[in-house]
């Protein structure tokens, strides 16, 4: 890595810059995170910024989003801004650029907003009529009231390259010359992006620019304003892109919710799952590990683990997921204690209109936490331990494979029977169903099927003993009684 700017030798100083114009995309989050890591492994100050000075776009909404999906990861942040509060200063280093002769007014109606103009000729480059335009004759029409926009004056005929060393793709340069002279000032008076951007960024100290790779190319409009500026540049480090499988860049026009933070939170990802799965998309750590806590990301975490190539997230119109996050986020589950995933399986149901009270579902995590990979299967993995009635079901599934209706009716009679004076735990239970199909001359499994069918709604339920021992007596009673009422019409 370059030598650092004296100002970050020692406390490295980042910043995540949003603008409030949406939901909390995944490439952002991951912007989001990247920066929080290099932050806490290198003992340095993480900055939120809120880039909300496009008024038209911004929301209120867009914010709440952003704050949400930020405090679901669990990272935090040491210094909060809001580029909107911080106008004035803006405007004052236009003036200042301007006042030095590196920027000058584009009264052109057509350029007037933050878009450059095109050029049927090649690559719009400046406006030589309002580049040459006598100061005087700038000042007039300004102070007659002509709108316009300040574009920076970039230096032209010195046959000078911009050159900078990126951390994650390396020397990058490009000539003076093919640099359009870009706007500071919409002719509204508000600060363009690249403006806004390198104010704040010199003003808070910003040691490390992290950002992705798609802002590579703003990087040198960036220079000229440090420059113009009086300051250091800070270090650039480019992360590469999400893509779709298809290669083209996530987008929610294109691929839908897929791309949001919230429709990972919404399903039942553990935030640390996430955070783990986003980390692996463009940087691995040197050992080639996948399962990673927030300590072990943090103690991992270089600029030089980052990739150059763009990072491809899998799903499909029928899977949402990438099968890897799906993978990570039932490891973190399985590392969870029961006391630490029972209290976050709640919230869904409740969201399923279930009454789960902390003890009951307390006894239900350990039953079901192999069987999930998301905390929000948990609801159709285990609702009947919450319902008095079960939903529906085909009778046919208590009929054991090998048998018929009558087995069926046969062996939970006989369940009813021991199951009546049996006691009920996980143990006795087992003795009990065990010596019964004994008694009945059947093996384990076309005796468990139609209990297990009766007592739970379905074939494929946790196991059978200790979720009887869960529903207790009187439930699973009334349960296999109903049962065999049900097979009435088969038999």
């Known amino acids: 890595m370059p030598e ?44 939120l910024r809120l880039d909300d000075t496009d008024v038209e776009r911004n929301s209120e909404a867009s914010v709440q989003s952003i704050f949400a999906g930020l405090r679901w990861l669990g990272l935090d942040w040491d210094e ?12 004052q280093k236009a003036e200042g650029l301007f006042a030095n002769g590196l920027a000058y007014r584009d009264f052109t109606p057509a350029h007037a907003g933050t878009d450059e103009p095109s050029s049927a000729q090649g690559a719009w480059l400046f406006n030589p009529g309002m580049r040459e335009l ?44 093919e640099v359009e002279d870009f706007a500071l000032l919409r002719s509204d008076g508000m600060p363009t992006y690249h403006l806004a951007s390198c104010v704040d960024d010199a003003d808070l100290h910003i040691s490390h620019i992290i950002r992705g790779q798609d802002h590579l190319t703003n990087t040198f409009k960036h220079l000229l304003i440090f420059e113009g500026l009086g300051v250091e540049p800070p270090q ?56 990673l806590t927030y300590a072990e990301l943090t103690a991992a975490f270089t600029l030089e683990g980052v990739n150059r190539a763009n990072a491809v997230v899998n799903f499909t119109e029928e899977d949402p997921f990438d099968p890897k996050a799906l993978w990570l986020n039932a490891e973190h589950l399985r590392a969870l204690t ?60 208590l009929i054991p494979q090998k048998g018929d209706a009558a087995l069926a009716r046969r062996v939970l009679q006989h369940a009813q029977q021991v199951l009546a004076t049996s006691s009920f735990d996980t143990v006795s239970l087992e003795q009990t169903l065990r010596a019964a199909a004994s008694d009945l001359g059947l093996k384990a499994g076309p005796m468990f099927q139609p209990i297990r069918v009766a007592v739970c709604g379905r074939k494929n339920a946790p196991p059978l003993f200790e979720t009887m021992a869960v529903l207790g007596r009187e439930l699973c009673l009334a349960r296999i009684q109903q049962a065999i009422a049900k097979l009435e019409s088969l038999v």
């Open 80 to 91: 909060e801004y809001k580029q909107s509060e911080r106008l004035a200063l803006h405007r």
């Open 134 to 177: 006598s100061s005087e004759e700038s000042d007039r029409r300004a102070a007659a009231g002509e709108p316009f926009a300040l574009r920076y004056r970039v230096p032209r005929g010195e046959d000078r390259t911009l050159r900078f060393v990126d951390c994650v793709y390396g020397e990058q340069s490009k000539l003076v010359d």
């Open 236 to 291: 650039f480090a480019h992360l590469p892109l999400l893509v779709a499988p298809d290669g083209a860049k996530l987008s929610k026009r294109k691929h839908g919710p897929v791309v949001s933070v919230t429709t990972y939170r919404d399903a039942g990802f553990l935030p640390q799952a996430f955070v783990n799965f986003l980390c692996l998309l463009g940087w691995s750590p040197k050992n080639d590990r996948e399962f």
């Open 338 to 397: 029961v006391d630490e995933l029972s209290p976050q399986l709640e919230h869904f149901f409740e969201q399923a209109g279930l009454k789960a009270s902390p003890e009951k579902m307390l006894t239900v995590t350990p039953l079901i936490r192999e069987r999930i990979k998301l905390l929000g299967e948990a609801v159709s993995v285990a609702d009947f331990f919450f319902v008095k009635e079960l939903a529906p079901y085909d009778p046919a599934e």
């Open 4 to 47: 650092l700017p004296p100002s970050a030798q020692s406390t490295p100083r980042v910043r995540f810059a949003p603008s409030p114009t949406g939901y909390l995309h995944v490439g952002s989050a991951r912007t989001f995170i990247f920066n929080w890591l290099f932050a806490r492994h290198n003992h340095g100050t993480m900055v």
